[in-house]
């Protein structure tokens, strides 16, 4: 059974991923995309994790795990490939 605390925690993640989205296709630089896009990665590990909690499934703690790793990787490419200038705004 899903109790109130876990639709609420799913509503206000979702509610912040929505606002981040904005974020992520108006921002004006690139460095505010990249930002945007490693605050929906954390707002998507969040929500795995909650159903991981609500289905007591470990299976959702590795994928939010994975989730995490890959998103570190990129961030770190892409903000290589920032500093470097390789990318224009």
Same mark, same amino acid.
Do not use: E, H, P
């Given at each position: 059974m %899903? =109790?109130? %605390?876990?639709l609420v925690s799913?509503?206000? +993640?979702v509610a912040a991923? +929505? /606002?981040t *989205? &904005?974020?992520l296709v108006k921002g004006p =630089?690139?460095?505010d995309r990249l930002l945007a896009g490693e605050t929906m990665a *954390?707002?998507?590990i969040g929500l795995i994790l909650v159903q991981a909690g609500i289905r007591e499934a470990r299976l959702y703690v590795d994928a939010? /795990? =994975?989730l995490a790793l890959f998103s &570190? !990787?990129? !961030? !770190? !490419?892409?903000?290589?490939f920032l500093e470097q200038g390789e990318i224009d705004d």
């Open positions: %899903i =109790s109130w %605390i876990d799913q509503a206000m +993640i991923l +929505i /606002l *989205l &904005f974020r =630089s690139s460095f *954390l707002g998507l939010a /795990l =994975s &570190f !990787v990129g !961030v !770190v !490419v892409f903000a290589r």
